[in-house]
């Protein structure tokens, strides 16, 4: 299954793009993509640490499922107002 | 109401929104970009946005501070791109029958927009230098 | 800046003088004629005013403010005689680098203003009675 | 000693009037003036229970003594805002 992650902010300037494409095995869940998410590009491995995941724009925890055709967003520390 | 916008925030007109003849106390705090923050000086802010859930999150505060406390009206407004130092980024115009209820909600949705509505705010400084503000993350700067 | 006036306060005006460069927060109240106290619809409210005494314990309450709290400005205005439903009878911007201080100021001066600020307010109802707001003190009605 | 007193609100819907003259001792003081004030005007009793007196626009105490040609207010609990 491919998973979609949308990035702002120092996590997309790391990557230098706005977003990416993840391979990922059957049924995956949150906790999968934040460990594909290391794997596949290490870069991001510092800000990870501090993100959170967005799964159609809802906050989610490790163990949120993840359907086909998602919105990940990978959403570190917010600093609006 | 609720917006996110690219451009100049008209925070006269959103006082004017709330407006009520149900309502004692009418509240508007505006957010600036601040010239300095410690030594350093900034030239602008630029404030990225993850636009629909960021909407969602706004539309959520709004409602959920209604349902707290017995406000007439709640318009939030953030503006994001590119901002000037002394321009506003966010404004947020409650009003209410008495004003403890207006006080608290427009901290509460402040204090709450703070917290959970992805915006981000990259500093830039008077000497070129971009840090992206990532509250508890390390500060990492690019040109 | 403090005024007592007898006219329109413009509050928008108020909000954009207190602006300042190493303001990042910005509060706005305006205290408004409420329509209606618990089932009594008001038509609208009278101010009487010591204005001597008004404009020196404002002045007070403003430096007060401003050595208690890091504020960039402090402006207050209270308007007084006749003031209609939905219309303004007192604003006060206030700006400061963070927003806390910014709220608790705007607060501490509302109700300390409200505490030793010779003004008084006479509601008018919609039935053409009269009564003069005196806190603590048996209300008394005119015609 | 004459002893201008300056009225407002209900106090001066009490009496009609927006100011009153006190006839007072030598070298009296504000608790002096607020027992003139019920002494000469009954009608103001109920509302001074709850007023304060100021002294060129201060708020002053019962010991506070009272100048020729100052100007003193009768200060009923105040409502603005």
């Known amino acids: 299954m491919k998973v979609n992650v949308v990035l ?39 800000i ?22 998602c919105e990940v967003g990978l959403i570190p520390p917010v600093s609006g107002g | 109401m609720i917006e996110i916008i690219e451009s100049k925030i008209d925070s006269a007109a959103l006082l004017a929104a709330v407006n009520d003849p149900d309502a004692g106390a009418n509240l508007l705090f505006v957010g600036t970009t601040r010239r300095l923050t410690g030594q350093q000086e900034t030239s602008q802010l630029n404030y990225d946005c993850y636009r629909e859930m960021a909407a969602k999150k706004l539309a959520e505060i709004r409602a959920q501070a209604m349902e707290r406390w017995p406000l007439k009206a709640v318009h939030i407004v953030h503006r994001v791109g590119d901002v000037p130092v002394g321009a506003a980024s966010l404004a947020v115009a409650v009003s209410s029958p008495h004003r403890a209820e207006a006080f608290q909600a427009a901290q509460w949705i402040i204090d709450t927009l703070k917290e959970i509505v ?26």
Not at chain 1, 33 to 41: C, F, T
Not at chain 1, 48 to 69: F, M
Request: hydrophobic share 35%; glycine share 8%; charged share 25%.
């Open chain 1, 48 to 69: 990870l640490g501090h993100c959170s995941i967005a799964v159609d724009q809802e906050y989610s925890i490790d163990e949120t499922p993840l359907r086909n055709g």
């Open chain 2, 118 to 143: 992805p915006i981000w705010k990259q500093e830039v400084f008077s000497d070129g230098k971009k840090v992206w503000v990532h509250p508890g993350a390390s500060p990492s700067s690019s040109q």
């Open chain 1, 8 to 46: 702002f902010a120092q996590a997309r300037d790391v990557l230098g793009a706005d977003q990416l494409q993840l391979e990922m095995g059957d049924r995956p869940t949150v906790g999968d993509l934040k460990r594909a998410l290391v794997e596949q590009h290490p870069e991001l491995q510092e």
